[in-house]
């Protein structure tokens, strides 16, 4: 028997959408009672106040967060979002989500997120690493290379990890690049990770194409988001030979059907940090860009996006998840009902970063360094364990394939807890 007690610490739509989804994959395998409840719930979390002096003298004090979900399969692992929006209840979906990309994975980590409240965007480079820095330091208390290891997410980037490190080592008293992933080659990144997440997307993609005997050469395809995870997925499908028909940020989105430059689209990026009155196609809605008739879609920004209004009205064929939770319960349902589109759920198409993010680890835990054509092997090798145990259990329990990646990833974590024990 099991009961359970607990508070609205992590109440919100998000929070409710992972748990929505663990509780119909737990009944789905008859997850029994007694461990139910202890492999949903976040295991602890940390709310820190970050004071900063901003450039101009002014005092600000900004929120942040870590969630570790769970650390019974190995220390947890997990970005650090920079947002606006973050609440402590979506760093706890991200974190319950994160478990089970690494256990689906066969990672030897347990799951964790973290979060400040701050637009990225507004702060000046010396603020962001002040605010990057007082992150770390907080939080050290909880983090460390047998801990947690925190790697980047939106908002937040090579650069940014790399403070992390730094303030991290400047406490240990030496140089411990293991405590974070995603930094800069030059402190201990790995080859390959800046774009790990966008070309397991691609890789992913192209995988599930084939199986469709949809050749690349003729697909079409919208990308939601132009970050590191939007701009690596569109470089590399169109590096395949695939037409990249639409992109969007946070400030604007673009549709050209012939195509668009996306060496062109990043470099203006480059230069005027967003895509906002880009020349190289027709401005259209981030509303109209995720119904646009093509082959493939990819929401790579945030969660939510896919909901009962617009689930009805896409117009892919393949939906590749490279965000993490953007396609709500209700949306989930409505796409099963209509069965003309193939999901690649977020647990396993955007696993590409946190499998790189692993190597990276473990280069730095070894001092002993990899070429990108090996990180990329390992990775495709890593990839195609984990889709094709997906594709296996979808057959044999007939679930939809975000149920058979769910399915598996919770029965690894139960599992490893029912072996594992109640401390007492
Ligand atoms: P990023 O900050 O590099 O880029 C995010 C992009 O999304 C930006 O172009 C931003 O303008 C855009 N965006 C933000 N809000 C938007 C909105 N409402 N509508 C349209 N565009 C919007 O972040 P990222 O690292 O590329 O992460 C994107 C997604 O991928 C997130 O869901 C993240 O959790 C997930 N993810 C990232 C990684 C990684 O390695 N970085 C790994 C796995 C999953």
């Known amino acids: 028997m099991s009961k359970v ?3 609205s610490l992590y109440e919100s739509d998000v929070f409710r959408q992972a748990c929505r989804q663990f509780d119909q994959a737990a009944d789905a395998i008859n997850l029994p009672d007694a461990i139910r409840d202890r492999t949903k719930y976040p295991r602890r979390c940390l709310a820190v106040a970050l004071p900063i002096k901003h450039d101009n003298g002014l005092v600000v004090v900004y929120e942040g967060y870590r969630v570790q979900h769970q650390l019974s399969t190995g220390p947890s692992k997990g970005g650090i979002r920079f947002h606006q929006n973050v609440t402590l209840g979506e760093v706890a979906a991200l974190a319950m989500w994160m478990s089970w990309k690494c256990s689906l994975v066969g990672l030897p980590y347990g799951g964790a ?39 980047p997410d939106l908002g937040t980037n090579d650069r940014i990890m790399g403070w992390m490190m730094d303030t991290y080592s400047n406490h240990v008293g030496y140089h411990e690049p293991a405590c974070v992933t995603g930094k800069p080659l030059s402190l201990g990144g790995s080859e390959g ?47 395949m030979g695939a037409t990249i028909i639409a ?27 967003v895509l906002q009155d880009f020349d190289g196609a027709t401005p259209i809605t981030n509303e109209t860009l995720l119904e646009l008739p093509c082959t493939v879609l990819v929401p790579a920004a945030v969660e939510r996006v896919i909901t009962e209004h617009n689930a009805p009205k896409l117009r892919c064929r393949l939906l590749a998840e490279a965000a993490n939770g953007p396609t709500t319960n209700e949306a989930d349902k ?23 993010s692993y190597f990276e680890w473990l280069q730095n835990l070894q001092h002993f360094y990899w070429s990108r054509d090996e990180v990329i092997a390992k990775l495709h090798v890593i990839l195609d364990r984990a889709k094709s145990s997906v594709e296996y259990q979808k057959r044999k329990m007939k679930f939809s394939r975000r149920l058979a990646a769910l399915t598996l990833g919770i029965q690894r974590v139960a599992t490893a807890k029912h072996q594992r024990g109640l401390f007492p």
């Open 247 to 273: 992109i969007s940020d946070h400030t604007a989105a673009f549709h050209d059907p012939a195509g668009i430059n996306i060496r062109k689209a990043l470099a203006y990026v480059q230069s005027n940090r």
């Open 113 to 151: 997120k973290g979060g400040v409240i701050v637009n990225p965007l507004s702060l000046s480079e010396a603020e962001l690493e002040r605010l990057s820095r007082r992150y770390m330091q907080e939080m050290i208390p909880l983090l460390g290379p047998r801990i947690d290891i925190p790697a």
């Open 5 to 7: 007690i607990v508070s």
């Open 193 to 239: 990770r800046r774009e790990a997440t966008g070309q397991g997307v691609a890789y992913l993609v192209k995988s599930y194409l084939h199986d469709l005997n949809i050749p690349l050469a003729g697909a079409t395809v919208a990308i939601q988001g132009f970050g590191n995870v939007g701009a690596e997925t569109a470089l590399a499908l169109a590096d």
């Open 334 to 356: 409505i796409l099963e009902d209509r069965g003309d589109i193939e999901i690649i759920p977020d647990v396993l198409c955007n696993s590409g970063g946190v499998i790189v």
